[in-house]
């Protein structure tokens, strides 16, 4: 299986982590699945019980989006690249 990448969405508002938001983006991953590249994504980032992943292929995803993931993962741990 060859290996795609996603942009990833954490689902769900929640003081802890994304205070009235209900929908970030926050991840980038190579997968071969957007089932995968969820699972990628809740192995590194946290999400609470009330929180989802989302996964969108890069064909397919907000080039502002992908843009602010890859910008804020250099700066902080609540995004990831990978």
């Known amino acids: ?15 802890a982590n994304q205070s ?3 929908k970030l983006a926050v ?3 190579a997968a071969t ?4 590249a969820c699972r990628i994504a809740q192995e590194n980032l946290t999400f609470y019980a009330n929180q989802v992943a989302e996964a969108v ?3 397919k995803a907000s080039q502002s989006d992908w843009k ?5 993962a ?4 609540e995004f990831f690249v990978g």
């Open 27 to 29: 991840a980038i991953v």
């Open 74 to 77: 250099a700066q902080s741990s």
């Open 68 to 72: 602010f993931v890859s910008e804020m």
């Open 20 to 22: 009235l938001c209900n």
């Open 33 to 36: 699945s957007r089932q995968e």
């Open 1 to 15: 299986m060859s290996t795609t990448k996603y942009l990833v969405y954490r689902n769900g508002s929640n003081r």
């Open 57 to 59: 292929p890069q064909s």
